[in-house]
C-alpha cells in the first residue's frame, strides 16, 4: 500500500468496506479488517505498530520517535462504527462505499475512519517530503468508541508515563457547519445516562378486570418524565443548575459568526419551532446549557390493534448534558433522588447508572481567561491551526464549543493532563449514527493539506 501515491478518497472507501460493528460480536471479521488495514496505513507512513489487546477490541498504536526536545503529539481516532440498520433506508448499501454528489457514502465515513485517515495520510505525505522533520507522533486508534470506550481508562492508566511526555492530542471526532466554514472545537458537553424501570403487578393484567385497582406503570412514568421539566423547559431537579459557568463574552461573540440562523436551524430540523430556554437562545442551547433528554421510553403492548392490558413494565432511557461547574456523580445522585421521590405507591423504581462523564474545555490562546501556565507547544498548536485552516479552506475557522460528548477526551485530561485540540470534519450533512452517512470529499483533501501545514508548523516551532 503507498498511501503517498494512492487516491485518498480510495483509501478511504477500502477502509470503510469493513463493517466494524464493535456493538455486535457478529461483526468480528469486520473489526479485525478494519484493524489490519489501520495498521497498515500506519507502517505505511512509516511508524512502529503496536496492536495493544484489550478484553474486547484492541487499540492500534503507531508512533514516530525523537529527540525529547521534539513536540510531541498524539493523534486520535475510532476505527470501530456503529451498526447501519436500518438498512433499507440506505441509498447505496452501507459497507459498499458510493461517491456521488461529491461526497463518500458510507458507514464510518464521517465518524470516524474519514477524519483520521485524513490525520495519517496528511503525516505520510509531510514525512515523504521532510524525512527529517522534528516531530514525534503518537497514533492512538481504538476499537470501542461508539461502545463506551470501556477498555481506554485501563489502557490511558497503563500508558500514563508514556503519555505524558506528549504536547497535546490532536482529534477529528467532532463537526463544522460546512465545507467553507471549520470549526476547532474548544469545548464538549459531559454526559449522565440513565435508565429508569418500573415495575408493578407481577405481570400483565387484563385492564377490563382490573383497571382503577392497581397504578399502571406506564402513567406512573409519564408522570414522573412530565415532572423532569418546567413549563419554561428548564430541568425540574433539585440543585441541578446549581455551579453552572456561563459562556465567556468571547464565546458568545465567537457564536454569532456562526453562519446558521435560528430559522435555517429549524428548518434543517424539519421542526415547526425551536425548543426554548430560560437565558440562552436555541442555538447558545446546543453548545452552552445542560440538557435533561429521554432518548427511549416503552412500555405495554407495541404491536398492531389494540391487547387491552395493565403493562407490569415500563421503562425510560434518561441521559443529561453537562457543562463546565457541574459534576457528573452530582448531577446522577440529583437526578436519581428526584426520580425515585416522585415514583407513586403501588409501582416499584430502579434507576440503573449508564455512564457518567464530565464536561471538557480549553481556552484558546489569545482569548480572555487564558491559562497562565498553558502548554506552550498546545498555545502555538492552536494558532497554527487557525493559520492552516484559513490557507487550506480559504476562511478563518471558528472557536467553539460543541454540544456533544466525546468522553475519552475528559478521561484523556484526568489521567495524562493532556489538553486536545479538536478539528471538525465533518458537517450536519454527514448524517452520523445515521443511514446515508457521508463525507464531503473537498473536506477530505482540504483536510489533508490543513494538516500537513499544522503538523509542520508545530515541529518548526520546537518546544
Not at 478518497?9 to 478494519?34: C, H, K, L, N
Not at 477529528?172 to 464538549?188: H, K
Not at 389494540?306 to 413494565?313: D, E, F, G, H, Y
Request: net charge negative.
Amino acid at each position: 500500500m503507498s498511501a503517498i501515491k494512492d487516491d485518498p478518497i480510495q483509501i478511504i472507501s477500502e477502509y470503510t468496506r469493513f463493517p466494524s460493528v464493535s456493538t455486535d460480536p457478529a461483526f468480528a471479521s469486520g473489526m479485525e479488517g478494519a484493524r489490519d488495514y489501520a495498521a497498515k496505513l500506519l507502517a505505511a507512513a512509516g511508524l512502529a505498530v503496536e496492536i495493544v489487546k484489550t478484553p474486547l477490541h484492541p487499540i492500534v498504536l503507531g508512533r514516530r520517535a525523537g529527540p525529547a526536545e521534539w513536540p510531541h503529539v498524539v493523534i486520535y481516532g475510532h476505527y470501530d462504527v456503529q451498526p447501519a440498520d436500518p438498512l433499507d433506508q440506505w441509498t447505496t448499501p452501507p459497507f459498499e462505499p458510493a461517491v456521488r454528489d461529491g461526497r463518500l457514502f458510507a458507514r464510518g465515513a464521517a465518524d470516524n475512519k474519514g477524519p483520521h485517515t485524513v490525520g495519517i495520510l496528511a503525516l505520510t505525505r509531510l514525512l515523504a517530503r521532510r524525512p527529517d522533520l522534528p516531530l514525534r507522533v503518537t497514533f492512538l486508534l481504538e476499537g470501542e468508541e461508539e461502545i463506551g470506550s470501556p477498555s481506554f481508562p485501563e489502557f490511558l492508566r497503563a500508558r500514563a508515563a508514556e503519555l505524558r511526555e506528549a504536547d497535546f492530542v490532536l482529534l477529528s471526532d467532532t463537526g463544522s457547519p460546512s465545507a467553507e466554514q471549520i470549526v476547532v472545537t474548544t469545548g464538549l458537553r459531559g454526559i449522565a445516562g440513565f435508565e429508569l424501570q418500573l415495575t408493578g403487578p407481577r405481570t400483565d393484567l387484563h385492564s377490563g378486570l382490573h383497571g382503577g385497582a392497581v397504578f399502571n406503570p406506564v402513567q406512573a412514568l409519564a408522570e414522573i418524565c412530565a415532572s423532569l421539566h418546567n413549563a419554561d423547559g428548564s430541568v425540574n431537579v433539585p440543585g441541578f443548575y446549581d455551579g453552572v459557568e456561563p459562556p465567556a463574552a468571547w464565546e458568545r461573540e465567537e457564536l454569532r459568526k456562526f453562519p446558521l440562523t435560528e430559522e435555517s436551524y429549524r428548518e434543517f430540523l424539519g421542526v415547526d419551532a425551536l425548543y426554548a430556554q430560560p437565558g440562552v437562545t436555541p442555538i447558545e442551547a446546543t453548545r452552552y446549557a445542560p440538557t435533561l433528554e429521554f432518548n427511549g421510553i416503552g412500555g405495554g403492548y407495541q404491536g398492531g390493534g389494540s391487547k387491552t392490558i395493565i403493562p407490569a413494565r415500563a421503562f425510560a432511557k434518561i441521559t443529561c448534558r453537562l457543562v463546565p461547574g457541574q459534576d457528573a456523580e452530582d448531577i446522577i445522585r440529583k437526578v436519581t433522588g428526584a426520580v425515585l421521590a416522585r415514583v407513586p405507591a403501588g409501582v416499584r423504581a430502579e434507576v440503573k447508572v449508564m455512564q457518567g462523564n464530565n464536561a471538557y474545555c480549553v481556552v484558546p490562546p489569545r482569548r480572555p481567561n487564558t491559562p497562565a501556565g498553558q502548554n506552550p507547544v498546545l498555545a502555538r498548536a492552536f494558532d497554527a491551526a487557525a493559520a492552516a485552516v484559513t490557507e487550506a479552506f480559504g476562511r478563518a475557522p471558528l472557536f467553539l464549543r460543541e454540544g456533544g460528548s466525546v468522553p475519552i477526551i475528559g478521561d484523556i485530561k484526568r489521567v495524562t493532563g493532556l489538553d486536545s485540540l479538536m478539528l471538525g470534519l465533518f458537517t450536519p450533512e454527514s448524517n452520523l449514527h445515521a443511514p446515508d452517512e457521508s463525507i464531503e470529499l473537498s473536506i477530505i483533501t482540504r483536510g489533508i493539506a490543513a494538516y500537513e501545514l499544522l503538523l509542520e508548523r508545530v515541529a518548526d516551532g520546537g518546544r
